[in-house]
């Protein structure tokens, strides 16, 4: 209640009235003088009542609840406790798996800024990547562009795999 009433005057001691009813502390016959004065000033009488009704009215809706049961509380108390601590046993590799993706994409990234000076100083990274494999005769020249663009794919994918694997499901 803010003091305001319809169609009657404010009393600036409407306040302590509903202040004392809520905390439980009102007496009619009080040392403070709040129960003559209320019997007297309409506003006060009508704020009583009014505050009167609502705390009976609050009290009888808290009697009513339903209550859960102690062993309902214990069981949701120790599933949140579970959750909490896989959450918190979880941050650390959360944090190594950004890091782990963070070195993957740099280290692509340092590969493929080498693979593209390379290829734009001429090609000399390719003919002696060719010499290496056609002295070791591992495999025909024609399978080094498809056996170079396959190791790029997987070393560009494998972080995302390793990330969606390993990924808290919604």
Known sequence: MNGHTIGQSVCPREQEIVDLVVSGRWRDDGDDGLGPHAAQCDACAETLELARLLQDERKAL????????AGAVWWRATIR???????????????????????????????????????????AWFDRFDDLVLRSAAAPTTLILPLLLALAACLSVAPLAVYLATADEP
Do not use: D, H, N, Y
Not at 62 to 69: F, G, I, K, L
Not at 81 to 106: D, F, M, S, V, Y
């Open 62 to 69: 808290c009697e009513e609840a339903p209550v859960p049961s």
């Open 81 to 123: 406790a579970r959750a909490e601590a896989a959450r918190t046993a979880g941050q650390p590799i959360t944090l190594l798996q950004g890091i782990a993706a963070a070195t993957a994409l740099g280290l692509f990234a340092g590969l493929a800024g080498a693979v593209w000076r390379s290829v734009a100083a001429g090609g």
